[in-house]
């Protein structure tokens, strides 16, 4: 049995594959810069257009709306026309709907920017980890969570950017043309690397039984793990929203309060760097339930601490905890059907996306109730889900596996996507 595509490849094969790989992580790092770079000048536009909270909040909503759009029509557009074709066009787009954001004069044209903006990143969203998954497959090794490793790190970067352009004191419209040339010239130079798929060994039996296990409850599999990454995403968008304000709430200085989030985006960006080689280590269904109880409950022991640094420490837990509950969601959810792997992709990250929209106004809502701390309490709870919906990703090992026979051709879950 090969360990790897590499082993069973030729050599150019191999660079070809590579290059693949490296057009993908600039998709991913596309889509976590520009949207770490409109998150982190949100307050400063909504004061430059003079907008009411309840303003802004509709434009939001009405991003959010452009997302789960993006992502419904991505589904059948791959299962169509592949992934590399759908990936390019957002690509390319993102950073014009980030400057038409920056230049909105009214909240009414922000929003119309923000509408498209959701839709080029939903689609780009789903797209580039349909095509992930096809990658991951060819590699005949887990290598999905690197992909959202630079996801996370685009985001950190975006918002850094945008920080440093407003302490010198430049305009956003500047800071984001920055942003936009820099991520459209990205996004060009990796399309000309967007090849055909590769080809590579596989076993035509097992791929066929692989393909036949997950047509057994497709359905059912797929609400599960989009309720999964539901829950999850929940406690992402929750952390980012109110991890800071529960800390100054309980007595941090500003700079403790502003480390909750930091030390949350932080750990979740080292276990995703780390993410891979425990997948191949661990089984999936473990490492998920690991993932579940190193999360919930290291921020249910943060927060019963009830001190600043025991809940910023929680916080690094769920971070940690939630780092590769997403890559394997993902990857399970492309390698259902392998005849149509956008359908189940762009379900589930769609069921992911609305939890993290949500996230914040359940736990906002819930802390009018009960107050905040308690409501922080929530995320654990729904951690324990992960726990006990874990063997959802246990089939989905396999199919990274498959053994090479003597002769090659294109797998046919990689022809479908990497078009």
Request: net charge positive; with cysteine.
């Amino acid at each position: 049995m090969t360990t790897g595509v590499h082993e069973a490849g030729t050599t150019d094969e191999q660079d070809e594959l590579r290059r693949y790989r490296i057009a993908i992580s600039i998709m991913f790092a596309i889509a976590g810069t520009t949207i770490g770079t409109w998150t982190a000048r949100i307050p400063a536009i909504q004061h430059n257009i003079k907008m009411a909270d309840s303003k802004l909040s509709i434009c939001l909503l009405i991003l959010a709306i452009g997302g789960l759009v993006g992502m419904h029509a991505a589904g059948r557009l791959i299962d169509r026309h592949g992934s590399t074709t759908v990936m390019i066009p957002p690509a390319l787009g993102l950073g014009a709907t980030l400057l038409l954001a920056a230049h909105a004069p009214t909240w009414t044209t922000l929003a119309t920017a923000l509408l498209s903006f959701g839709v080029l990143h939903g689609t780009l969203n789903v797209a580039m980890n349909a095509a992930a998954v096809a990658c991951q497959a060819a590699y005949r090794r887990p290598i999905m969570t690197s992909f959202h490793a630079l996801f996370s790190i685009g985001g950190a970067a975006g918002a850094a950017l945008s920080a440093a352009c407003a302490h010198i004191g430049l305009g956003i419209a500047d800071a984001f043309a920055a942003v936009a040339v820099a991520c459209t010239a990205a996004a060009g130079w990796a399309v000309h690397r967007l090849i055909p798929a590769p080809t590579i060994p596989v076993n035509e039996q097992e791929l066929g039984a692989a393909a036949a296990q997950g047509m057994q409850r497709p359905r059912a599999r797929t609400l599960l793990l989009g309720l999964l990454a539901f829950s999850a995403l929940i406690s992402e968008g929750a952390a980012a929203d109110w991890g800071s304000v529960y800390l100054t709430r309980i007595g941090a200085s500003p700079a403790m309060a502003a480390a909750a989030y930091a030390a949350f985006a932080a750990s979740m960006t080292i276990g995703r760097l780390a993410g891979d080689r425990l997948t191949i280590s661990i089984a999936p269904a473990a490492l998920l339930r690991g993932c579940g109880l190193l999360g919930g409950g290291g921020l249910a022991l943060g927060l019963l601490g009830g001190t600043p640094v025991t809940a910023t420490i929680g916080f690094a837990c769920l971070g940690a905890g939630l780092s590769c509950v997403v890559p394997l969601l993902y990857s399970t959810a492309g390698t259902l059907d392998p005849r149509h792997p956008g359908a189940a992709l762009s379900r589930v990250a769609a069921l992911g996306y609305l939890g993290y929209v949500i996230g914040p106004a359940v736990i906002g809502g819930a802390a009018m109730h009960i107050g905040l701390g308690s409501a922080l309490f929530i995320l654990p709870a729904l951690a324990v889900l992960l726990v006990i919906g874990a063997p959802v990703v246990h089939r989905s090992r396999g199919r990274h596996h498959l053994p090479a026979r003597t002769r090659t051709r294109r797998s046919p879950q990689l022809a479908g996507v990497m078009r």
